[in-house]
């Protein structure tokens, strides 16, 4: 099946910072999502972005699907941007496959 | 307000014991979708649900059982013959289509007494 690895696994910032998360998929895929994991363990939509770029306030996501990578970019981080960011990602049928996150901390 | 609840928020099973979760959606979604998360790590695919009276396995399905009797719910159960069970579950759901959004509910926390 279809692998997801996300990097970094872990991110310090300081309260303003920019930061990129990346994620690298196996295989092609139909679909890609974006969730951010708040500390309360809500799981919250991002992004749905299989590919192109999207923008959504200080978040935005771009995906290029030919060399099988999405990356996630946070301007003037905030400390309630700090929690877990999952890339998932679907070949086909209905298994998404999560990574293993990238853990943000930012500090005020 | 459309969305998915997941009920109760915390749960505790006592040993040999089964317990359900509840997950109920009104986004009039097709497909529906179990998940475990374990500290420190992504989710994993327990079952999932395309139709009503239809489901099938995920990647870690032993020791778990759901229904499907109407499109707005998919309660999971976890048996006693999961020996493992402590970990945050995670309903979703989805309209039909693996080039669909997948939304979740706030999960719930099962621990072991």
């Known amino acids: 099946g279809i692998q997801v690895e996300q990097s970094p696994p872990d991110l310090i910032l300081q309260e303003g910072a920019n930061s990129t998360l990346r994620c690298n998929f196996s295989d092609s895929v139909n679909n890609l999502q974006w969730f951010h994991q708040n500390p309360w363990g809500q799981l919250i939509n991002l992004f749905y972005i299989p590919s192109g770029t999207k923008q959504n306030g200080r978040l935005s996501a771009t995906t290029v699907a030919t060399e099988r990578y999405s990356l996630l970019y946070i301007s003037s981080s905030q400390t309630t941007d700090s929690g877990v960011y999952f890339c998932?990602?679907?070949?086909?049928?209905?298994?998404?496959?999560f990574g293993a996150g990238t853990i943000l901390r930012v500090k005020s | 307000d459309g969305g998915i609840t997941q009920s109760p928020k915390y749960l505790f099973r006592k040993e040999g014991q089964n317990v359900t979760l509840s997950c109920e959606q009104n986004l009039n979604h097709d497909a529906m979708y179990w998940y475990r998360q374990d500290p420190g790590q992504g989710l994993r695919l327990i079952y999932y649900?395309?139709?009503?009276?239809?489901?099938q396995k995920g990647d870690i399905a032993e020791g778990y059982s759901v229904s499907r009797e109407k499109k707005e719910s998919f309660p999971l159960t976890v048996t006693s013959a999961q020996k493992n069970p402590t970990a945050f579950y995670l309903c979703?759901?989805?309209?039909?289509?693996?080039?669909?959004?997948?939304?979740f509910g706030d999960g719930t926390r099962l621990s072991i007494l």
């Open positions: 649900s395309q139709i009503v009276n239809d489901f």
């Open positions: 979703a759901s989805s309209w039909l289509g693996g080039n669909q959004p997948q939304h």
């Open positions: 998932a990602a679907l070949k086909y049928g209905n298994k998404l496959v």
